[in-house]
């Protein structure tokens, strides 16, 4: 097996440097390239390509890899790696290795694009953002616990973002909401999820309206269900495109990433690559 293996070395607690040699002990022949070398690594020949890193590493990697006709096995080595949990991947490294080395099943897999931006797991704006922000400092200390300690402090500061959502032309929400999601895994927040799955072609909306800060708690607690949708108040829907309507320069969570939008319509392309599953 020849593999094309990007690897980021500031993912999580630097596990990323051990993937090459675990892969070699597995049998394959490894050629390295750099994060940024996705298109380079997914036309150079090799027969899939494997990528060790966080969440953000995969969408850009995994669309190159679709076009170019090869699979993807994703080896989580980030903080929350919460597309890897999602998909049913192994935790553990040399397991993750072993089964991008030697798998043989593969499952077509959705990827999500806000405007031109590829994404895995979801794109949210509101609470999501400011947790993002406050958890980035202190991931190196905590890891994913940096996660929880980032949402608390967003519930208790940040304010709700006026928004409007459609799917697919019908109107779903409007006004302000402490959240709006696009999911296409649904994952995110190092356990939190709206729901849905990233092989069905659909993509899954949100809206947690804004109110009394004390029920944020019934929120959190649906969002660690993977009900939220479920719940009185919340508008959910799904779609192949959502349309999010936002102020200019409101800033979103993308798979981990920090990115400003506006008006911005999200698109999904069903079975853009193959993933490498046990």
């Keep these: 097996m020849i593999i094309a293996l990007l690897a980021n070395p ?6 990323s440097s051990r993937v090459a040699r675990l892969l070699r002990k597995d049998g394959a022949r490894v050629c390295e390239f750099a994060p940024d070398q996705a298109e380079q690594a997914a036309r150079s020949g090799a027969e899939r390509l494997a990528i060790a890193g966080g969440d953000g590493s995969i969408a850009p990697a995994a669309s190159a890899a679709g076009q170019a006709g090869i699979p993807v096995a994703v080896i989580p080595v980030g903080t929350a790696n919460d597309f890897a949990a999602a998909a049913g991947l192994p935790e553990d490294l040399d397991e993750a290795c072993r089964l991008a080395a030697r798998g043989a099943r593969r499952r077509p897999t959705d990827i999500a694009w806000l405007g031109e931006r590829p994404f895995v797991n979801v794109a949210s704006a509101g609470l999501a953002p400011a947790a993002a922000r406050t958890a980035s400092g202190l991931k190196g200390r905590l890891g994913s616990f940096a996660y929880l300690l980032g949402a608390i402090a967003a519930a208790a ?4 973002v006026e928004c409007a959502l459609a799917c697919d032309g019908r109107p779903l929400f409007s006004g302000k909401a402490w959240q709006a999601i696009v999911g296409c895994s649904g994952a995110f927040g190092a356990g939190a999820s709206i729901g849905g799955s ?30 939220i949708g479920e719940q009185s108040g919340v508008a959910s829907g799904d779609g192949r495109r959502i349309d999010l309507d936002l102020p200019p320069g409101t ?16 698109t999904v392309e069903p079975g853009a690559f193959e993933l490498v599953v046990g």
């Design 157 to 160: 500061r940040a304010q709700p």
């Design 198 to 227: 990233s092989d069905d072609g659909l993509l899954h909306a949100v809206a947690v309206p804004a109110g009394p800060r004390l029920a944020l708690l019934r929120r959190a607690h649906g969002l660690r269900r993977g009900d």
């Design 251 to 266: 800033e979103l969570n993308v798979d981990g990433e920090l990115v400003e939008s506006g008006p911005v319509a999200v």
């Design 10 to 15: 500031d993912s999580g607690d630097g596990d």
